[in-house]
């Protein structure tokens, strides 16, 4: 049965994915049964609307396609080309030899060029294929030369397309593809220049969304710097009106934006150097020259301009120079103060545009680091176990910066170590150092907390000199590595723990961010703890740390549910420690803990892993015993009872021994509710009392009119 199941879905998901190839055969069967030549009526309309339709939807397919379109895509849509031609050309032209067959050939050229080469062969055996098809049947030739022509022209097509078109295909792609990248590379020195990107990135996504913004706010500073000098250019009558900026090195000027009527601008980097440009930039002042020489070469331009005024202006941002706006003019009028004035404004202008779009683009940063610390914030804020919150810290590291693995260590100040409470790396590295705890020592961690700052200097690691956790437990030697304090109101928690494999990965641009995360981290491992710590308090006893009396009232519940479910046993014990008023009395209060904590120790060691055990008041322990008969429980009340009698509790000033009495019931037949089996362990009880104590005695329905006497 089941390769049938297999066969029928491979035949549907085969039948899902080809139907365009099987619908191109029956088109082209239709077409080869003279349904070409019929009279144009209802089926040909269908069957034509159908072949178009489908080529259409293949063809828009393709151009979406993001990735390399599939083999399957371009054997169906050269299948479909070459059938719709074959029916256009016996529709129109009476057959497959007439005066537009060679449009075939263009056809297979076509899809040669721009599909993959097996599609190519394929779809040139479809097209041989189809017209022999045409002709020997649906024509009825019978001389095979005129065939065996056009299979070779076709083939001869399909060759050239290959080697030709689909090689000018190609480079012309890779031009186009230079050119944006070129484009793209020129757009990230201009944002590097104007300062619009940061030291470095955080994560991919955001990586990709600063070159996105960088891109668009480079584009809106060209438009406004050009319409700056265009407007200059066009009010004082300029030749050109052009802004050199200044590479980060300050060796190099490159034209950022200008305004010409000259066809022979010369747009390469080129040295700072002496002359009219050197001068400005050298004194930080305006500079004129008129009537310059006729030898005279300005960089920007690729040819001697007959310049007879020009006048530079350097661009200062507070004290540092970032560039020259330069003006020159054909005609012979030197440039008046007013004029000069005017370049000066069109300058503090372009460096106005400039600094606002580096202003938006920090906010834009900022608002973008503001929502991921606003997510996690209350990611945390939701978390209420330590486990959670290292997770949710550790998910929102991830859309701050980028690494390949984290950590998170607790500070046990009273005993002066650390414990590794999370670890997990790309390569599984640290994941087996959860749970290990190390003493204070001169590691990076130990320093952090100890000194309440991030280490190491600007995050990179030299493990050769430094080590993390201390010096017995290795650790990656990742380049990049920032360890955060986790502070609590000045105190340290611990530390969350950050490293990458590539260099730099916490610069300036991530560490703040991190800093911020790490104080929200320790606040919620803080709520944490207080949150187990008050759980721990409402369900356990102060003195045993058993359960207490509320918690073992809702496990017996529970288990008595459970047990009537599945038609279980279960049994519960009652014990009470002897005359323990009298060990009070006699020896006092601290030591009648001694021995509370003593029972409850006995009681932990004899139950087993399923069972629950709790102090439900006083000197009076239960006991609770998942899938235990009569028999049972009383052998394990025969052992509490045996080892209690046998332990001696010693203090510094007397030692003393006690007993125990236990009372057993058994579900279902003393009772089939939690008060029920209690009441009826505690009438138990009341008999070991009642006989002597130090005994166990287990449950009978003829107890009831003993008990019934108390």
């Not at 085969?14 to 209802?42: K, M, N, Q, T």
């Not at 024509?139 to 290959?162: I, Q, S």
């Not at 031009?175 to 590097?192: G, T, Y």
Request: proline residues 3%; positive net charge.
């Amino acid at each position: 049965m089941e390769p049938l199941v297999r066969m029928s879905l491979a035949v549907r998901v085969l039948l899902r994915r080809s139907h365009g190839l099987i619908a191109a055969c029956a088109l082209a069967a239709y077409v080869v049964r003279d349904g070409a030549r019929d009279e144009f009526g209802l089926l040909p309309a269908v069957a034509v609307g159908a072949l178009t339709l489908l080529l259409a939807t293949r063809i828009r397919r393709k151009i979406l396609e993001k990735k390399d379109s599939p083999l399957l895509l371009d054997v169906e849509i050269g299948a479909l080309l070459v059938v719709w031609t074959d029916w256009a050309l016996v529709r129109f032209d009476g057959g497959v030899s007439g005066r537009f067959s060679p449009a075939l050939y263009l056809v297979i050229a076509l899809v040669s060029a721009f599909a993959r080469p097996s599609a190519s062969i394929l779809v040139a055996l479809w097209a041989i294929g189809l017209e022999g098809a045409l002709r020997f049947l649906a024509f009825g030739e019978r001389d095979g030369d005129v065939f065996a022509t056009h299979a070779g022209f076709v083939a001869a097509f399909a060759l050239l397309g290959f080697a030709l078109l689909r090689a000018e295909v190609a480079r012309a792609k890779n031009a186009a593809r230079a050119r944006i990248e070129a484009q793209l590379v020129r757009i990230k020195e201009d944002a590097r220049s104007y300062r619009l990107l940061g030291a470095g990135e955080a994560t991919l996504r955001d990586e990709v969304r600063s070159d996105r913004l960088a891109r668009a706010s480079v584009e809106e500073i060209h438009q406004s710097v050009h319409y700056a000098l265009d407007l200059l250019r066009r009010s004082l009558d300029l030749h050109t009106a052009v802004l050199l900026w200044l590479n980060g090195a300050g060796t190099h000027l490159r034209i950022s934006e200008l305004s010409t009527r000259s066809e022979c601008i010369h747009d390469v980097p080129f040295a700072v150097g002496d002359g009219v440009l050197g001068a400005a930039l050298a004194q930080r002042a305006p500079v004129s020259l008129h009537r310059p020489k006729a030898s005279y070469k300005l960089p920007y331009y690729s040819a001697p301009c007959p310049v007879r005024a020009l006048s530079a202006i350097p661009v200062l941002e507070g004290e540092t120079l970032r560039g020259v706006l330069v003006i020159d003019r054909l005609t012979d009028a030197a440039f008046s103060p007013e004029e000069e004035e005017m370049a000066v404004q069109a300058a503090r202008f372009c460096l106005r545009a400039i600094q606002n779009e580096r202003v938006f683009l920090q906010l834009e940063r900022a608002k973008v680091d503001q929502g991921k610390l606003y997510r996690a914030a209350q990611a945390l804020g939701a978390a209420l176990s330590e486990k959670d919150v290292v997770d949710v810290a550790v998910k929102a590291a991830r859309e701050i910066a980028s690494f390949d693995l984290a950590a998170v260590t607790i500070y046990d100040e009273a005993a002066r170590a650390h414990d590794v409470v999370a670890a997990k790396s790309a390569d599984g590295d640290i994941d087996d150092l959860v749970g290990v705890r190390f003493a204070h020592n001169a590691g990076l961690v130990s320093m952090v907390v100890q000194n309440r700052c991030p280490l190491p200097w600007r995050g990179d690691y030299e493990s050769a000199r430094q080590f993390v956790l201390s010096k017995r437990l290795p650790w990656p030697a990742h380049p990049s590595l920032l360890v955060l304090p986790l502070l609590m109101h000045d105190r340290a928690l611990g530390t969350l723990i950050l490293g990458a494999k590539r260099r730099h990965a916490f610069g300036d641009a991530v560490r703040p961010t991190l800093e911020v995360l790490a104080s929200h981290l320790a606040v919620s491992l803080s709520n944490a703890r207080m949150v187990h710590k008050l759980e721990t308090m409402a369900t356990t006893d102060g003195l045993t740390g058993l359960l207490n009396k509320r918690s073992i009232v809702e496990a017996g519940a529970q288990k008595i549910a459970a047990a009537a479910r599945f038609d279980r046993k279960l049994a519960v014990l009652v014990v009470d420690i002897d005359l323990f008023k009298k060990v009070n009395d006699t020896h006092g209060h601290d030591v009648g803990d001694l021995v509370i904590r003593g029972l409850g120790d006995i009681l932990t060691r004899q139950k087993r892993t399923t069972d629950v055990v709790a102090r439900f008041g006083g000197e009076e322990f239960v006991v609770l015993c998942e899938q235990t008969d009569e028999k049972g429980a009383v052998l394990l009340a025969e052992r509490i009872r045996e080892e209690l009698g046998k332990t001696v509790f010693r203090t510094s000033s007397t030692a003393l021994s006690v007993s125990c009495s236990i009372g057993v019931s058994t579900f279902p037949e003393a009772g089939a509710s939690w008060d029920a089996l209690f009441k009826a362990a505690d009438d138990a009880l009341y008999v070991s009392k009642r006989s002597g104590r130090n005994r166990c005695t287990a449950w009978r329905a003829q107890r009831k009119t003993a008990a019934a006497a108390r």
